[in-house]
C-alpha cells in the first residue's frame, strides 16, 4: 500500500528531515507539533503551557485538515511535557480544543523538546467510514 505525505501551510514546516504527516489508506500520522507560528517561525506562549497547547493544537488542526481529516478522526495522541507540573493547565487546553472529543492518549514528561518548548503533542487518526 503505498503512503502519501502530508504538508500544510496551516502548520510549521518540518524543521528535520521528516513530514508533516503521512497518510496510508484510512491511517494518517501526525508527527509532533510544538507551538510555532506557521507564518514566523517563532514560539507562542513563551512560558505558558497553556497558551503552547493552543498553537500546537491548532498546528495539528492544520495538518489534520490538510490530510482531510476532522478532529474527530483523531483516535491517538501523545502528549511530551517538559515538566509533569504542567499537566493540569496543558489538559484544559488539550480538552477545550477538542471540544468533547476524547482520543486514547498518553502523557509523558521528558528530558528536553525541540527548541526548549513546554509541549509537543503527536497522533494518529482514522478515516471513518
Known sequence: MSHKVIHSDSAPAAIGPYA???SVGPLTFLSGQ????PATGSIVGEGDPAAQTDQVMRNLRGVLE????PVTDLVKTTIYLADMEHFSSVNQAYEAALSGHRPARATVEVARLPRDVLVEIDGIAVRAG
Do not use: C, S
Open 66 to 69: 490538510a490530510a482531510g481529516h
Open 34 to 37: 510544538i507551538p510555532l507560528d
Open 20 to 22: 508533516q504527516a503521512v
